[in-house]
C-alpha cells in the first residue's frame, strides 16, 4: 500500500516536472537584400502567417484591425526588426545585428550613389529611393555622427502610396 501510494506521488511530481519544461524558440541568422527589399526572402507585403512562421521568435504580433496600431503586423523587438504587414513595409533600427548585401546601416549619406542613384525625395532627414520592389526609406542621424544611416524602411508600395507609422 505505502509502496503504491510512493509510486503514484512519485509520478504526479514527475509529470507535474515535466509540463514546466519549455523550448527556446530561435531563428534563423538575419540577411537583408536591400536591392531586393527582402529579409531573409521575405518580402514587405507578406502576411502574418508567412512571417511568423519564418521567424518563430518574434515578439509580437498585431492582428490587422482598425484598432491595431499602425495596422498591425510582426514585430522582432530584440532584433529591431518590424514587418507592419497592412502597410506593406519592413523597418530596421540601429540595433539589428544581421547582415546586409549592401552594408548600409550606419552608412554616410550620400555614398551610396553609385549602388541606389539619386534619391526620388529627399529632406533634411531622409532620402526616400525607388527601387525595383517599391521604395527604400533611408533615415539620418542628427546626434552622434550625424548624416549616417540609423534607420531603413523597405516597402513594396510606391513614394506615392506608402503609409508609415508616427
Known sequence: M???LLLALSLGCLTSAMGQLKTTVKCPEFYVDVLNGTVNGQKPNYGRAEIKDKFPCYAIAMDESQDAKCG????????DLYFYTKRHYIEIGPKFTGKFSV???????GSLFKTLGNPKIKDDLWDAYDTQYGTLILHYDVKGPAGKVKLIQMSTESTDTIQLCE
Open 2 to 4: 505505502i509502496k503504491a
Open 72 to 79: 498591425g503586423g510582426v514585430f522582432l523587438k530584440e532584433k
Open 103 to 109: 552594408p548600409i546601416m550606419g552608412t554616410k549619406r
